[in-house]
């Protein structure tokens, strides 16, 4: 059997990979920004939404008021909790008054609720500059102060801060780095974010947003994207539509987030972001946007080919040639993700199941695409736009 044809056409695979990690190298950290907080330190106001959240609320908190800035204002809206969210976080208010907890109204018809309760936040926040940040979170005490020198230095009307990513169930270090190399795969490093022209071409990450107020506000804030699934996103093209500069960085040891920590948290969190939210990051414009019911689930089938294929070709259903080009491209695959798993600080052996993560996110992506724009989120149901 000659070996050509089968190397041939792995290299689709090989350069894409390669390709791929290279981009991810473009990309600056929060490490290199002072600790020192800035001599003249604006009023930070950190708004944290929280609906239902007396998992995470405490630890959130209490890392957020250990911070080494010395000007903080922290409001945690609670979004209409019905668990012990709002009292856990008035037992801490108790003995810090940097600490005020907001009751958010009635949600209004076309709004969502994170929008709806950062916009409340913002509303009674004082400081000139306003932090939002997901109820999930964990902050490093120099979280923020490294955030602001950031946003002065790179001269940004909007930073965002990509984190550690906790992953403590199996399902979880299956599923999340298949997620986020979709992201690294369509968006590149922090670079080319940050330098980024065309609104389709930005993100933003929702569990930590720094925004100046002037901007914001004449924006028209959250209501911008009140009816937007993925509004950080959404949010970021905004900006840049406006000609307002937006920057990415990575905070891996300044900022960590647990997501989601069983697969029917998984399920429901990408499955409301990925697609209802994810069309509006489709490359060719309508055309794009048109193909993306179908192209998204494609994407994990494509993924999958190969170690499929050496598997029907170990079984003697497929030729020696789909035996040779499976083995490559699974090989590539599973050495491009255990430095994917290194980089998120999970086992490196991870990396030989990544084709049952791309089962999962084929199975998130399909029903996604058939619920189309209706969303359920925390016991609410939304129509997105």
């Not at 932090?131 to 009307?157: E, G, M």
């Not at 987030?257 to 948290?265: D, G, K």
């Not at 409301?272 to 794009?288: C, D, F, S």
């Amino acid at each position: 059997m000659s070996l050509a044809a089968p190397i041939a056409w792995s290299l689709p695979w090989v350069v894409g990979s390669i390709g791929g990690v290279l981009r991810s190298f473009r990309s600056r950290s929060l490490d290199d920004e002072s600790p020192d907080p800035p001599a003249a330190a604006p009023l930070v106001s950190v708004i944290i939404p929280a609906r239902n959240e007396q998992r995470n609320i405490e630890r959130c908190v209490r890392s957020v008021l250990a911070t080494t800035y010395p000007s903080i204002e922290v409001i945690v809206v609670d979004d209409h909790s019905t668990d012990g969210t709002a009292d856990i976080a008035r037992a801490i208010a108790r003995l810090d008054d940097r600490l005020r907890i907001v009751a958010a109204p009635d949600l209004p018809a076309g709004w969502f609720g994170k929008q709806w309760a950062c916009a409340t936040g913002a509303r009674s926040a004082r400081g000139k500059l306003l932090l939002f940040t997901d109820a999930d979170t964990r902050h490093a005490p120099d979280l923020i102060t490294r955030s602001v020198n950031a946003l002065q230095n790179r001269r940004a009307d909007l930073l965002t801060v990509v984190g550690h990513q906790e992953m403590h169930s199996f399902w979880e270090r299956i599923v999340q780095p298949q997620f986020f190399g979709l992201l690294l795969a369509r968006y590149g490093g922090t670079e080319d974010v940050s330098n980024a022209r065309r609104p389709a071409d930005v993100i933003a990450n929702g569990q930590f947003i720094l925004v100046a107020r002037e901007p914001y506000e004449s924006l028209g804030g959250h209501e911008r994207v009140r009816d937007h699934v993925a509004e950080d996103l959404a949010l970021a093209q905004e900006y840049v539509r406006a000609g307002r500069r937006i920057a990415l960085v990575l905070g891996l040891d300044q900022l960590s987030t647990h997501m989601y920590a069983s697969l029917r948290e998984l399920f429901a969190g990408w499955g409301k972001n990925v697609y209802a939210g994810g069309r509006y990051t489709a490359l060719g414009g309508r055309i794009g946007r048109a193909l993306y019911p179908v192209l998204l689930p494609v994407a994990p089938l494509i993924a999958v080919a190969p170690p499929a294929a050496l598997i029907l070709a170990l079984f003697g259903l497929l030729s020696s040639a789909w035996l040779v080009w499976g083995a490559i491209c699974y090989a590539v695959g599973v050495i491009v993700y255990a430095g994917a798993y290194v980089f998120m600080r999970a086992s490196p052996l991870y990396a030989v199941l990544y084709p049952l993560g791309l089962v999962v996110v084929f199975m998130i992506a399909v029903m996604a695409v058939w619920r189309g724009s209706r969303v359920e989120w925390k016991g609410r149901a939304y129509v997105a736009r």
